[in-house]
């Protein structure tokens, strides 16, 4: 079989699956978020924390719910880092370095899981254990939670409410995050990944020298971060290290895994409203464009360009050979479509157009399926932005699911869009304007802008993943790219929150004979062309100046 029929059944098997998943999975998330019932482990809880279960939160509350324990989250990994030389299963490891500490907080409490360092050399077992895993789930679970805020915003009237932070978090960890997580690991130990507390093995290499093979809890941490759109590994090498991905089968349910949440999630958006087929039309969007950006890729690292790939029949630089080129290239473009940072491949080793798609992937909001949650409100947000061009279109006020979309709303949903392009285009321009920061660059040219505008967009879009090539392990990058991840994360929060508000309190206006439909084919078409077109008009010169110059020039 070719390779290129080889990588059609590998895409081919994946849709098939996360159509499934899309049905039954999206009705037991579905379930989860609107029981009105409290399992025991829930109500514990609820009483250590002093929740009342009962009670629901207006837009303000909400947010200020969110925020609050985000800093709080951020002050504790960030002490239990500076600390971790001092405490449980240290291995001998010293406290964390101020700087990389506070990236990493920030990173792990925003869904990022940037990584400036390299993981099985810098994190104790307690650190990888109780901060960086205990972050996968709850960061997580606060993207997916911001998401259901916005639905109920745009399914009730009349109210101010949009739930209760709390008992959202709760129920999605304890309902959904954990048992996955669980059944994962036992299925991921028995493929050969590590799970245990040993602070290494000594092993004598082929050489005859000998060599320690750090070992630790990687099992239960590669399946929540796969799960939670998060990324970090506990190996440097993320999800390219046999420990953390031995075999092709393991690496197809990894991939599964990053889209089962994001593309399920639609279905709980249709069912909630009361029309499904609003829920088919989201996600058939982030299908669409999903599969269009995983086949061009593929058919990019597949057509192998340059000499010694041409004479080699692959592009094989920085890909593992337990993989290949079309799964690990399938991989890449889930991981930068998911604001997911897990890396199976050296992206930095990817083709200047190959690179070019990465990054586009990144710059659409990650919204094809995106993270957790923040994939779904994105796509939301996009659509209340394409109703209101095509009621200009018409000379009707716009509407959404019977919502007026007026000046408040549509400005919360432009400076929505708005925020990640300021981030990752003014943090690349300081970067490139600073000779301390272009000698970071260990690539000069178009691949070293290249490097320096992956970072940003990576930190900026909470994904992630690095190009590499860029030593970002100074005071400089490690406070930029901190401060992206913060404000990428946070700023679309409060405003979604506001935008979810402001439509609940609305009363809804019936359809009439000028109300474009919201679920038909045209819809889709229109919000997958301004999604592209926006990024496209607004990052193009940026892309011209890196991938594409690159990919050209060849």
């Not at 420990?243 to 999630?265: H, R, Y």
């Not at 692959?314 to 930068?336: L, Q, W, Y």
């Amino acid at each position: 079989m070719s390779d290129g029929w080889a990588a059609a059944l590998f895409i081919a098997s994946l849709v098939v699956a996360w159509a499934v998943a899309y049905r039954f999975f999206g009705d037991y998330l579905f379930r989860v978020v609107t029981s009105d019932r409290h399992n025991r482990a829930e109500r514990t809880i609820y009483r250590l924390v002093g929740v009342n279960s009962g009670s629901e939160q207006n837009a303000g509350a909400y947010t200020r719910s969110v925020l609050a324990f985000s800093v709080l989250s951020i002050l504790f990994l960030y002490g239990l880092q500076r600390l971790q030389g001092l405490l449980w299963l240290d291995a001998g490891l010293p406290g964390v370095e101020s700087h990389i500490a506070w990236n990493t907080a920030v990173s792990f409490v925003t869904n990022t899981n940037w990584q400036a360092y390299s993981g099985e050399a810098t994190m104790t077992h307690l650190t990888q254990m109780a901060g960086l895993a205990v972050q996968n789930f709850l960061s997580a679970a606060v993207g997916i939670a911001v998401a259901v805020a916005l639905i109920r915003g745009l399914a009730r009237s009349h109210t101010d409410q949009l739930g209760n932070f709390w008992v959202d978090l709760t129920r999605l960890v304890v309902r959904v995050l954990l048992p996955i997580a669980v059944t994962g690991t036992v299925i991921f130990v028995a493929a050969g990944m590590v799970q245990n507390l040993s602070s290494g093995t000594d092993v004598t290499t082929l050489t005859g020298g000998s060599q320690v093979v750090p070992s630790g809890p990687v099992a239960s941490q590669e399946v929540i971060k796969e799960l939670g759109t998060n990324g970090g590994g506990f190996y440097n090498v993320n999800s390219s290290h046999p420990f953390e991905n031995p075999t092709a089968w393991t690496n197809w349910l990894e991939i599964f895994l990053l889209g089962l949440i994001p593309f399920s999630l639609p279905r709980v958006f249709g069912r909630m409203v009361g029309d499904k087929r609003q829920g088919l039309a989201i996600v058939a969007a982030m299908g669409l464009i999903a599969v269009v950006s995983v086949v061009l890729l593929n058919v990019t690292e597949l057509a192998h360009p340059g000499t010694v790939p041409s004479a080699v029949g692959a592009s094989m630089e920085g890909r593992e050979v337990r993989f290949g080129t079309g799964n690990s290239a399938t991989f890449a473009a889930m991981t930068t479509l998911t604001s997911t940072g897990s890396v199976d491949s050296f992206h930095d080793s990817y083709s200047g157009l190959g690179g070019g798609i990465l990054l586009f992937n990144m710059m659409l909001g990650e919204v094809a399926p995106g993270g957790v949650g923040s994939g779904l409100y994105g796509m939301l947000v996009l659509a209340v932005i394409t109703v209101f061009v095509a009621g200009l279109m018409v000379g009707r006020t716009p509407e959404y699911l019977g919502k007026k979309i007026g000046a408040r709303e549509i400005k919360l949903a432009s400076l929505y869009f708005l925020v990640t392009p300021f981030l990752v285009l003014v943090g690349t321009a300081l970067a490139m304007a600073s000779p301390d920061q272009r000698a970071a660059m260990l690539n000069t040219g178009t691949h070293g802008f290249s490097e320096v505008l992956y970072a940003f967009t990576s930190a900026s879009n909470n994904n992630g993943s690095a190009f590499a090539g860029l030593a970002v392990s100074t005071w400089w990058y490690d406070l930029a790219l901190g401060l992206c991840m913060l404000l990428g994360r946070f700023l679309p929060i409060v405003l979604v929150l506001a935008l979810a508000g402001s439509l609940a309190r609305q009363t809804p206006s019936p359809g009439s004979a000028g109300t474009m439909p919201t679920h038909t084919p045209l819809f889709v078409s229109m919000l997958i062309g301004v999604t592209v077109v926006l990024v496209a008009l607004t990052f193009l010169p940026a892309l011209a100046l890196g991938p594409l110059a690159e990919g050209l020039a060849r």
